[in-house]
């Protein structure tokens, strides 16, 4: 059946719609921009670790871009062309770093815009730096473990032969002195004063048998008694001194009574008064053939 005119263009806008949707959604899926509202900015890597077309551009976590073309120039350059938002435009400390998203091996870019003032020329590119990866971490630390076991084998195998080597020579030295000990000073000495402690002993015997054991025996218990006696006498002594306190008994009065020291006192006084009376006037004492005495 033959078309008609507005079959035609009916059939013709839907194709054209139908791919415009398809451009469209590949463009979107693919990270890609239909305007040219970014700026493009080219960042050399020596190693971009499989980074490709299309992978995003984050700023602080922000997808504010995407990669739109990576080129190889020569061994150890590779110039990645990058497509972002004017609002993260570079600046002159501008930097980019590629980075993993997974352990499944997609990459991005984590682009930082720089904070000075001047904005980085169009014909100037940055330089990227490529943090190590997850093999060549686990590489590395392989490599630092096998270097550590090394060195702590010959360490080890060093202090082993040293320890043994120390073992040995005192092991040697142990046994020359055993073999040397039956004549040794020290074995001579010890021999010397059991010898002399045995002669000690010896003559302690004899003494405890004989006649001088017999009269250590009696002084021991002439000790002894006079040992009970003097407690006796301590005894004594101390009742005596209790009483004396107390004012019991003529000693005891005379400890504590003060009439005797009184009279002492006033004989001693009126002896002193006489005496002195009579050396200043002897003649109220004294007559030829006669010694009169009196007494006040």
């Known amino acids: 059946m033959d078309l008609t005119y507005k079959q035609e263009v009916g059939v013709g806008a839907l194709v054209i719609v139908g791919v415009a949707l398809f451009l469209f959604a590949m463009f ?10 970014g700026a493009r900015v080219d960042v050399v890597f020596t190693n971009v670790a499989g980074l490709k077309q ?3 551009v984050l700023v602080s976590g922000v997808k504010k871009g995407r990669v739109a073309n990576v080129r190889l120039e020569r061994v150890g350059s590779v110039r990645v062309t990058l497509e972002v938002g004017r609002d993260v435009r570079p600046r002159l400390d501008a930097s980019a770093i590629v980075a993993s998203v997974d352990f499944l091996g997609a990459k991005f870019i984590d682009f930082n815009p720089g904070s000075r003032d001047e904005f980085l020329p169009a014909d100037r590119a940055i330089t990227g730096a490529n943090p190590p990866g997850l093999t060549d971490v686990a590489s590395g630390v392989a490599t630092r473990a096998n270097e550590l076991l090394a060195n702590a084998s010959s360490l080890v195998s060093e202090q082993l032969a040293v ?3 120390n073992t040995m020579i005192a092991t040697q030295r142990a046994m020359n002195l055993l073999s040397e000990a039956p004549e040794g ?3 001579k000495q010890t021999t010397r004063t059991l010898a002399a402690t045995e002669r000690v002993m010896a003559r302690v015997d004899s ?3 004989s006649g001088t054991g017999r009269s250590l ?3 021991s218990a002439n000790l002894a008694t006079l040992t009970n006696h003097l407690g006796s006498a301590t005894v004594a002594i101390d009742t005596l001194l ?3 306190n107390r004012g019991e008994g003529s000693l005891g009065k ?3 009574d003060s009439t005797l020291y009184n009279d002492l006192h006033e004989l001693s006084v009126a002896l002193t008064a006489l005496l002195k009376d009579l050396k200043e006037h002897p003649d109220k004492y004294m007559k030829p053939g006669l010694i009169r005495v009196k007494v006040f």
């Not at 979107?28 to 509202?37: C, F, P, Q």
């Open 28 to 37: 979107w899926l693919t990270g890609r921009s239909l305007g040219s509202e």
């Open 54 to 56: 299309g992978d995003p």
């Open 163 to 165: 320890d043994i080597h």
């Open 185 to 187: 000073a020290f074995v």
């Open 207 to 209: 003494m405890l048998g």
């Open 217 to 219: 025996d009696t002084l």
């Open 242 to 244: 209790r009483r004396m």
């Open 254 to 256: 005379l400890a504590s």
